[in-house]
């Protein structure tokens, strides 16, 4: 897939196929929107851990070297503080880190 062209059609835009050629061979594979979403956010978590192996405290502690600022509903967010339950919709909050 990482080399491959992607095409969906008009039809059917939830089916995506990804198509290459490696040595005078066409392959093809075809997957749903989800499955790409679902292999994103996967690729994801492994980029994050390999920049950050500290977790969250490190990016955060990495972004305020650089002068990042991190506003209260962000630091709550971080640490789980009591005052999350001023923002309703945030109160229960949960990871989708399947290693927490």
Known sequence: MVHSMLHWSPQD???ITAARVRNKEYI???????DLADFYQRLSRVNFSI????GLE???EQ??????????LGIAML?????????????????DNEDE
């Open 79 to 95: 640490s789980g503080h009591e005052i999350m339950s001023e923002w309703p919709e945030l109160a229960n909050f949960e990871s």
């Open 28 to 34: 093809s594979v075809k997957f749903t929107s989800d």
């Open 13 to 15: 835009i939830g089916v």
């Open 58 to 60: 490190e990016l955060a």
């Open 51 to 54: 920049r950050c192996p500290g």
């Open 63 to 72: 972004r305020m070297s650089q002068g990042g600022y991190i506003n209260r």
